[in-house]
């Protein structure tokens, strides 16, 4: 087979990058090692539920996303009068659930005086909201910014905070690395000014959008509108360019030639493919040690409202091996809650990942139980999704180490002679989804204008 690009990867990123380029009049091909469409936004069906495994919700200022949703017809629903639910979950410290409106006099709080009202999972985000050195989002590759690529730790202890204030108000289920070690403090300042410029972007009232059906419908209908459609379980397993024609060998011993690749595979996913001539020591390296983030979700039903019997709220934000533990609430009652998802990040979902799937399960509603007894024998394990296991993803967003900005970031996304690259990792000034999006939008216009 022979076109002018092929894109690896049916993500968002690798659709937005095929869609933009067939609108210009190339002929694209899209291919995808799994038997779906949809990269890390995946929206499983479960009994009297629907979960959302990657792409929990959209960002009301995703400008990209939001415009595709609704240039493909796809439904997008408001989710800002959920927003009370979002905001109802309970704190638990040591097997102690601790009530959001007592944990500003909590003997546990080990927050400074003017912070005492924030909560764990709040904190940082708000510090780094406040602290923040950059302007615009953008601004966070500026060489000049690269004196604040150190960890999170280490500007967290320059802010007068000590280990238990870092350990509560970052380590526990952390976004970004295994601790505030492990993270570069830059790059939860990009995150912040991200998060800030989204709020002048939103439409006044609205905080985010969820999509009828789940959010898998948008890169569906993405992959609809292409002429050629998705070749899917096209696993990819060499790139040859030979400086006028690049080839993609497939596992399945199939091959397409093209003028340009368009290569959107996660980071963790790059190194199983043989690219030659080979990247160069950089970029190379670069691609190597960038890290992905490890999230695994176990799915719940609930047989019975235990936290009617108990008091607390469904959702918990924990330090136990279930992590966070969040309610759905997608019947035709919005009071009903129809599911819960424990959502172990950093350590916690590592440690999952060793077991086998029912252990995994196992572990997550034993600890739900011992925290809030009234939970025993009312709750049904119904699925796992592991990102850090998953071979076509090796976690769940790319992060950046301290020292990594300065010394990776200008390198991962180089074309290297007829490839070129795109996913969320390599955004300029975008996170996410939006950040998917962005990084395609640039490979295709850099294509264009070659």
Known sequence: MSCDVVVIGAGLAGLYAAMTLEDAGCDVRVLEAQPRIGGRIHSMGRPDTQAEAGGTYIGAGYTRLIGTAERLGVKLIDVTPMLRFFQ?????????????QDWAT????????????LLPWNFHRVLTMRENPLEKPGDWLDPRNAEHDVSAYDWMRSLGL?????????EMNPSFGANAR???????FFRAAF????????????VGYTVEGGVQRIPEAMAARLRHGVELERRVVAIENDGSRVTV?????????ASFVVCSLPIG????VAIDPPLPEPQARAAASLPSQP???????????????DGYAPSLFTDSPAGMIAASRNGDDPERVTSLTAWAMGPAAARLDRMSEADAGREVVAAIERIRPAARGKLEVVGLKSWGSDPYARGAWAYFRPGQVRELASDLGTPHGRLYFCGEHLALASRGMEAAMESAERAARAILEA
């Open 295 to 309: 999230i695994t979700q176990v799915y719940l039903v609930p047989k019975a409202p235990f936290w009617d019997e």
């Open 269 to 272: 996913v790059l190194a199983d």
């Open 106 to 117: 909590h003997p546990a709080n080990p927050f400074p005086e003017r912070d005492r009202e």
């Open 162 to 170: 000590d280990d238990r204030a870092i350990r509560i108000g970052y």
């Open 88 to 100: 109802e979950q309970d704190l638990v410290l040591g097997g102690e659930i601790i009530r959001q």
């Open 182 to 188: 492990d993270v570069s403090a830059l790059l939860l």
């Open 195 to 206: 998060s800030k410029a989204q709020r002048r972007l939103a439409p006044e009232g609205s």
């Open 249 to 257: 060998r497939c596992a399945d011993g199939s091959s397409v030639t």
